[in-house]
């Protein structure tokens, strides 16, 4: 769940997360009150990188097949 997690936010920002970086994103992600895990990500996401994500009919390829594994890395960890 946290390597979809942080390739998701490398697609984003177009850098490499440093330790440091990885931190930050999992005291995002820990200290999200969402609901479940996949919204407790995306909240990450935004908080590390506020720019707007584009929506669905506007993402890359790329960028929607690296939510879809989020996604499914996200059902995983609810499901244990």
Do not use: C
């Not at 920002?13 to 609901?35: D, I, W």
């Not at 996949?38 to 707007?52: G, H, I, N, S, T």
């Amino acid at each position: 769940m946290r390597q979809a997690l942080f390739e998701l936010v490398e697609y984003i920002s177009q850098y490499e997360l440093s330790p440091t970086g990885q931190k930050l994103v999992t005291h995002y992600f820990n200290s999200s009150k969402a609901a479940d895990t996949y919204d407790r990500a995306l909240e990450a996401v935004e908080r590390y990188f506020p720019e707007q994500m584009p929506g669905p009919d506007d993402r890359p390829p790329r960028l929607q097949r690296l939510m879809d594994q989020l996604k499914a890395a996200s059902k995983a960890w609810d499901a244990e």
